[in-house]
């Protein structure tokens, strides 16, 4: 599993720049530049809501991914050592990406 840093302070599953889900997806079927992925997987945190303190952040995750043209991408399923979710106070995964994404074309 590749180690995971996720910058997306808004996303609910946030929890000190790791994700507490033990699976994620990135989206962007078609996309050449990071920019045109996402983490699918994104929800954001609403104001006045608390994360669940039993969730376990980890810094390993499995990730799904539909970028079909990243270089990490083997079978739809991410191959890179360390991968980065970017977003900053992103309020929907459009908001998001996979800052690991290289494109193999």
Same mark, same amino acid.
């Given at each position: 599993m590749p180690e995971l840093?996720?910058?997306?302070?808004?996303?609910?599953?946030n929890n000190d720049f790791?994700?507490?889900?033990d699976r994620i997806q990135v989206g962007g079927e078609g996309a050449k530049h990071a920019? =045109?992925? !996402? %983490?699918d997987s994104f929800c954001e945190?609403? =104001?006045? !809501? %608390?994360s669940n303190s039993l969730e376990m952040a980890s810094d390993c995750a499995c990730v799904d991914c539909s970028a079909k043209k990243c270089m990490y991408n083997e079978n739809s399923k991410c191959h890179a050592?360390?991968?980065?979710v970017e977003g900053g106070d992103?309020?929907?995964s459009s908001g998001t990406e996979c800052a690991?994404?290289?494109?193999?074309?």
């Open positions: 840093k996720c910058t997306v302070q808004t996303c609910a599953h790791y994700c507490s889900l920019g =045109e992925t !996402s %983490c945190r609403k =104001e006045g !809501s %608390c050592g360390k991968i980065s992103a309020k929907s690991t994404f290289k494109c193999c074309c």
